[in-house]
């Protein structure tokens, strides 16, 4: 079966930034667009950004655009959500998922495959 690994978590202040990775033991990894979600206690899961399968679409939440990108490199089997400018308000659990249909979503019941989440602190 499909298997996503997320990594790359950690504690950093306002103002910094992280990049988590992304990887996939699956076969076909190219052929499939891909999400980063992020849960914070007591929330429900939200979307944060898409990439489509080739790497040529994206899209953000409006509450991370222009702050966070997404990007993938397929002969690595890895997705990328790059943070910059990070706020407390930042702070989860970021999941990535594997979504199985043509077009990007922000819907997260059209996602098939999660990662097991990495947790993302951002300190004021």
């Known amino acids: 079966q499909v298997q996503l690994v997320e990594s790359g978590g950690g504690l950093v202040q306002a103002g910094g930034s992280l990049r988590l990775s992304c990887a996939a033991s699956?076969?076909?990894?190219?052929?499939?667009?891909m999400g980063w979600f992020r849960q914070a206690p007591g929330q429900e899961r939200e979307f944060v950004a898409a990439?489509?399968?080739?790497?040529?679409?994206?899209k953000y939440d409006d509450s991370v655009k222009g702050r966070f990108t997404i990007s993938r490199d397929n002969a690595k089997n890895t997705v990328y959500l790059q943070m910059n400018s990070l706020k407390p308000e930042d702070t989860a659990v970021y999941y990535c998922?594997?979504?199985?249909?043509?077009?990007?979503?922000?819907?997260?019941?059209?996602?098939?495959?999660w990662g097991q989440g990495t947790q993302v602190t951002v300190s004021s």
């Open positions: 998922a594997r979504n199985p249909r043509g077009v990007l979503t922000t819907t997260l019941t059209w996602y098939d495959y």
């Open positions: 699956g076969r076909t990894f190219s052929s499939y667009a």
């Open positions: 990439i489509s399968w080739s790497g040529g679409s994206t």
